[in-house]
């Protein structure tokens, strides 16, 4: 005869536990549908971000380096295959961008007076905030 | 996966990282990764870098975007692994290269920008 198990909120341990049923999923699940696929490359974006200070700290290394140095990093930039490797940075570092300030209002609900402010405000003054840094980053290397 | 209290701490850098990555890197990629080489924009001399470099702000800043994307990039690139390619059985394989990388890569950064004469 089986022993009662009570129904609680915290079932209590039976040696009868049963085997949890786990479907084994495919490596390529996140092919099967375009919001899997957005997540993804959004993930990866990370890997070229990476890339990207690699590729900034070489520059510092070659300017601290010497005059001779630096022009050899920028003749080595403008490489084909560096090149096409900064294209496609370009493009993952805007996707995170964009779709970072876009989730900003729900990873940050801001209140003001108890009230909250909607969702758009908090985006457009995460957009103002990327105009203002990207304004000053070509500002102090275009030489003020 | 057993509970770490660093868990959260590891959370915010990410997030931390994120928002400084958002923030300036598309334009440092856009300018240094394409601009200067291909031309489009003057690149700027060799004096001028130095003397932007010299500035102890800059190196500092510098620094803390170096170590933050790293952190960012350690986080998200370990739960790409995790849920992409559901490599779960190698999960303290995967920590030690995120974490491991993005904490020489600090060191690594940190001494490139000491060094800047």
Known sequence: ?144 | MPRRPIEPLLWLLFSAGGMVVALLIPALVFLCGLAFPLGWLPAPSHAHLLALLGHPVTRIALFLLCVLALLHWAHRFRYTLYDGLQIKHLNEVINSFCYGGAIVGSVLAGYLLWQVP
């Open chain 1, 1 to 144: 005869m089986p022993r009662r198990v009570p129904h609680d909120d915290r079932p209590a341990y039976t040696e009868f536990l049963p085997r949890w049923y786990r479907p084994r999923m495919s490596t390529y699940w996140w092919l099967k549908r375009r919001a899997y696929l957005t997540f993804i490359l959004r993930e990866l974006s990370s890997v070229f971000v990476a890339w990207f200070v690699v590729f900034l700290l070489m520059l510092v290394a070659a300017v601290s380096r010497g005059e001779e140095s630096y022009r050899q990093f920028l003749s080595w930039s403008g490489s084909p295959v560096v090149v096409v490797l900064n294209l496609v940075s370009l493009f993952f570092v805007v996707f995170h961008a964009v779709t970072w300030f876009n989730l900003a209002p729900q990873a940050m609900p801001v209140r003001l007076r108890g009230k909250r402010i909607p969702g758009s405000w908090v985006t457009a003054s995460n957009y103002a905030a990327w105009a203002v840094a990207s304004a000053l980053v070509a500002w102090l290397l275009l030489g003020g």
